[in-house]
């Protein structure tokens, strides 16, 4: 089987760099907060040990 490949090299504008610096920004602001939500969620259900 033959697999092709193609390589493109992007050159974003100055406005198109703000842009995607701004999704990428919310996009990081979800993931943390989506992440904080689980590992408290998972902390929330751990019962403590007493020896």
């Known amino acids: 089987m033959l697999t092709l490949t193609y390589e493109y090299k992007l050159i974003p504008s100055q ?3 703000a842009i ?3 999704m990428l920004a919310v996009c990081r602001k979800v993931w943390n907060y989506a992440l904080r939500e689980r590992k ?3 902390n929330s ?3 403590a040990v007493n020896s």
Do not use: G, P, T, V
Request: with cysteine; net charge negative; charged share 40%.
């Open 15 to 17: 406005q198109q760099i």
């Open 20 to 22: 995607i610096e701004d």
């Open 40 to 42: 408290d969620w998972i």
């Open 45 to 47: 259900r751990k019962c």
